[in-house]
């Protein structure tokens, strides 16, 4: 199992670019979603999703937007890319039902908007 | 006030310490959580527990859910431990966490 992946680990972009962050998971798990760590900051979930075809809003979702077309993948765009979104963004993912569940975290994007 | 505190924020310590760092919420849970992240690294999870105590190998994880508080200790520190040590809790389903803002921990040796 390759567990949870995230693609590319690095990035630049300039303001008002647009770009995709890449996130897969082969365990099959309903669950994923995004964070975004800043320095001072703990992990803020920025959108997250249930199921293939659910997705719904964390605590930070200005700016980005999500989709969730198989239960392998869930890529995080950014429509116009603002400085405020420099930050290291985690993918994770984890099972689903009435008992809670480890998460999985991908190892990571750091991004850059200048 | 953040939902979930993390205490110390920063922990520096030798070789060979006993080292405890403290987690408290103000929210209802229904698993807090344990991680590990190393410098540059990704975020692996330690421990996930709902009650009581949990153990595996030096590191030991409690939680007392009448007082919001659990607690990490690891037992005969070594510099391998040198990472950042993240509390996080869930309610209902879980999956949803709330993040503390993480305990950066320092063994010398």
């Known amino acids: 199992n390759a567990g949870v992946t995230q693609t590319p680990k690095f990035q630049v972009l300039k303001t008002g670019q647009s770009m995709t962050l890449q996130c897969a998971q082969d365990?099959?798990?309903?669950?994923m979603s995004w964070y975004r760590q800043d320095p001072g900051m703990g992990l803020r979930l920025i959108h997250y999703?249930?199921?293939?075809?659910?997705?719904d809003q964390g605590e930070v979702p200005n700016g980005y937007n999500v989709s969730r077309s198989t239960t392998e993948d869930f890529p995080l765009r950014l429509l116009s890319a603002a400085p405020s979104q420099t930050s290291v963004y985690f993918c994770?993912?984890?099972?689903?039902?009435?008992?809670?569940?480890?998460?999985?975290f991908g190892p990571g994007t750091r991004l850059t908007v200048t | 006030k953040n939902e979930v505190e993390q205490s110390p924020q920063n922990l520096t310590a030798q070789e060979g310490e006993f080292i405890t760092i403290n987690c408290s919420y103000s929210?209802?849970?229904?698993?807090l959580h344990w991680l590990q992240q190393h410098p540059g690294g990704g975020i692996v999870s330690l421990f996930m527990?709902?009650?009581g105590k949990k153990k595996h190998g030096r590191l030991i994880a409690t939680i007392n859910i009448q007082e919001k508080h659990s607690s990490l200790h690891i037992t005969a520190s070594h510099p391998r431990d040198s990472a950042v040590y993240i509390c996080?809790?869930?309610?209902?389903?879980?999956?949803?966490?709330?993040f503390g803002q993480g305990t950066r921990l320092t063994i010398n040796p």
């Open positions: 994770a993912s984890s099972s689903t039902g009435t008992g809670y569940y480890e998460q999985y």
């Open positions: 365990m099959n798990h309903e669950y």
């Open positions: 999703s249930v199921g293939a075809g659910i997705t």
């Open positions: 929210v209802g849970i229904s698993a």
């Open positions: 527990l709902s009650s």
């Open positions: 996080a809790v869930g309610g209902q389903g879980a999956q949803k966490l709330v």
